[in-house]
């Protein structure tokens, strides 16, 4: 295990482009995201679950989280809310893109550590200004 994080931390020192995995159990969202993603210069990984997410997130350390909160397995809230509990993860930008959004829903995102909320339907270009702002460190 150990030296799996090493890896993945030595790659993350190497990569070209920042990494964003993305996570939803829609196929036609996944294929919006990590396209537009893919177009705007970021590398994708994949997800269709939640657990599938964490495994990712865990091997490739990626720059920033994109997660719906209702998939498969784990919630988005639920990932969110482990890897706020991680030392070496709780800095993750999380972004939380879903069909939930009522206030309650919001709320839960946040207090699980979200740094930001898109609902569904969204814009392209607002999940690339969000996506820059957090790569930028605001």
Known sequence: ME????????????????????????PDIRLLVGTRLRRFGYDVISASTGDEALAAIYTHRPDI??????????TGIEITHRLRHDPELKDLPIILLTASVSGADVAAGYDAGATDYI???????????????LLAGA
């Open 65 to 74: 989280a994109v997660l719906d909160v209702r998939m498969p397995g784990l």
């Open 119 to 133: 609902p569904k339907p969204f814009s392209p270009q607002d999940l690339r200004a969000r996506v820059e702002l």
């Open 3 to 26: 030296a799996a994080v090493a890896l993945a931390s030595s790659a993350a020192d190497v990569r070209q482009s920042p990494l964003i995995v993305i996570a939803d159990d829609d």
